[in-house]
């Protein structure tokens, strides 16, 4: 049986029953969410986004489909207005963390794509995480600032020179 629909259409024809299976076996909401919102409950997202513990990065463009600027932090790429690219910032986060250190170690002075760029120049494409002020304000409030990102000590500093000039 040839599966066209990648891992998801593997898993499907496996699990045949699942969704009318045993309801005690589902995932909870927070470990199988989407990247993209559209696609899941939007109310369900809304009050446990924040918490997600597995991001499903549905669709053609995966996160290892983008580049990473290791400097910035920041991704570049054509990343779709439905997506959530907070989720795909804290893949690369990850990834430049923990998976990044472990191929250098492997493939030493061999080369190889990384998919990091260090000193890209800034790109307009940069992709950012879109919150709101109060999304923003309710994540210092619960201890989640982007300290990588959008928070970080530079950012910050920017934002106050700009208003103390």
Known sequence: YLFIRGDQGVLNGFFSDWATADINKHLPFIYNMSSIAIYTYL???????????????????????????????????????????????????????????????????????????????ESEESVQPLLSSAERKQRWEQGQADYMGIDSFDNIQKKLDVFLK
């Open 43 to 121: 109310p369900a997202f809304k009050q446990y986004g924040a918490n997600a513990k597995v991001v499903h990065f549905l669709g053609q463009m995966k996160p290892w489909s983008y580049k990473y600027n290791l400097t910035q932090r920041t991704v570049r790429g054509d990343v779709p207005a439905s997506s959530q690219p907070g989720f795909l910032l804290q893949w690369w986060a990850l990834y430049s963390a923990e998976v990044l250190p472990m191929l250098i170690r492997e493939y030493g002075d061999q080369p190889f794509n990384s998919g990091c760029e260090e000193d890209a120049a």
